[in-house]
């Protein structure tokens, strides 16, 4: 079953925050974040781990809330860069070792 | 600089016909996955491969197959193309396990059936 992302779609101006939504019916041992911008192929941001570990490699937070089966990703001062079609992909806490189930999206677009 | 190549980025074809999408990606990784994306669904899973000659079904294997021989090289096959498999498909490549590893895309290939 795919997580709910929420909302389904956000517009902001530039230097505004955005936080995105990933909820799951499972109980989860990893979540990943990934934006594809319009025409291109999706790129990774970030992974989160039961237990708190985190893997990234940009300026964008997320977190993780075991408890509530959902993560959240934090777009602080917004950048017209930041546009574009957020997904997360769960991986359920009784599947470790295996593959992502990705959410629906959500669509951020940063207006000057 | 990593890459996962796609055979094609545009593609039409007739209902019936046998299609094939072709990806190879050159960093050496042992998983390999086919995508399939449409509006408001993201991105669905239709087949995974962990090893050469090994593949697990995704949640949308219906109406595919898939064939790895080598390591970089992994083909989606349309066995009989119908107009609902109208879509962006999307190769992907990571490192064992793919819970913990990031993947790396390619560019997709629009394929319509007509």
């Known amino acids: 079953q795919q997580p709910v992302q929420s909302p389904q779609a956000v517009i902001l101006r530039e230097g505004e925050d955005a936080v995105i939504n990933c909820s799951s019916s499972k109980a989860l041992y990893s979540v990943h974040w990934y934006r594809q911008k319009h025409g291109e192929a999706p790129v990774f941001l970030m992974i989160?781990?039961?237990?708190?570990e985190q893997k990234g490699h940009e300026k964008i937070s997320a977190s993780f809330n075991e408890k509530k089966q959902q993560s959240s990703l934090y777009l602080t001062a917004s950048q017209l860069s930041y546009s574009g079609t957020y997904f997360c992909?769960?991986?359920?806490?009784?599947?470790?070792?295996?593959?992502?189930?990705f959410g629906g999206g959500t669509r951020l677009m940063v207006k000057p | 600089d990593v890459k996962v190549t796609q055979s094609s980025r545009y593609l039409v074809k007739r209902t019936g016909e046998k299609v094939f999408l072709e990806c190879v990606q050159d960093m050496d990784h042992e998983n390999m996955f086919w995508y399939r994306q449409d509006p408001g669904l993201g991105l669905r899973l239709i087949y995974f491969?962990?090893?050469?000659?090994?593949?697990e079904k995704g949640d949308i294997p219906e109406g595919y197959s898939v064939s790895r021989e080598k390591k970089e090289r992994f083909s989606l096959i349309l066995e009989s193309a119908s107009t609902n498999q109208t879509s962006m498909y999307l190769c992907?490549?990571?490192?064992?396990?793919?819970?913990?590893?990031?993947?790396?895309f390619g560019p997709g290939t629009r394929l319509t059936v007509l």
């Open positions: 992909g769960t991986v359920p806490n009784n599947n470790a070792g295996n593959m992502l189930t």
């Open positions: 992907a490549s990571s490192f064992r396990p793919p819970s913990y590893n990031e993947q790396f």
């Open positions: 989160l781990l039961k237990g708190g």
């Open positions: 491969s962990y090893d050469v000659k090994m593949k």
